[in-house]
């Protein structure tokens, strides 16, 4: 049961939290449930697991006081692990400056409700920011050091496993990484992509309601991607304004060279494609 006045209180966190929390609850009583609950039936819970399972296994975890305890000071590990990946990236970077960014990360509001309200949002942040550290130190090693590829595919998968519309990301990568190095080790990275993959396939025909959200009274998958999309964009229109910026002859700027051309057109066509099922409840 849900202390502190929460049951009385209502609005989206407020629901999240009491999903969550259940749920953690219910592995805690028996990890069976992980494969006995059907998401979206027995639980309103209707994402990848990994988070619950993580905090479920956790000892200390007694009462919903500690695990919001716990949320909260995990995500602070969340600006320091971008401001190394920011630090790895560009080197040529006043320390003082990747502090000041890596710090903005605390004013979002998708940030602070995430932490305050025991959300599995930045627990997903954590691993995708990993994964973009080590994979950006793959980069920079001119694509030669296979096991940090291996490690940020690692994470990238958790963070699926935690938030399933991540999944998304890896189609990009792949994009990026079949013009980056040699077929051979492209086949290799697409074998384990597909491994990593496996038990998140078998986990989502046991919960097709993963993917066909629709059937319950939320926003769909579809829905959701486009919404995420704009989230993203939204966030990323001051970058665009200084690329923009950074142009020297403004006359033959097109806005098409923003982007890669291939990402942008994968990109169109499955915003097209979510377009004709959005759904937003």
Known sequence: MLNYGIEAKDGGV??????????????????????IYTLGDDTNLINYPLHNLIFSQLDFIKSLNNYLITILVISLILPLIFYLSLKTRFKNLDKSVIIILSSIILIFPAFQYSAIWGNNHNTALIFFTLGIFYFNAFIKENFTNNKKLIISIIFFSLTCYTKQYYSFFF????????NKIALKKFIFVLLFCILCAIPGIYYLILNPLLFFGMRQNITNFNSAILISGSIIFFYLIPFIIQKIFNFQNYKKFKFIDLFDKKIFLLSLILTLLCSLYFDYI
């Open 171 to 178: 189609i990009f990568l792949l994009i990026y990484l079949a």
């Open 14 to 35: 407020v629901n999240d939290l009491r999903t969550h929390w259940e749920y953690i609850i219910a592995l805690k009583k028996d990890l069976n449930n992980l494969f």
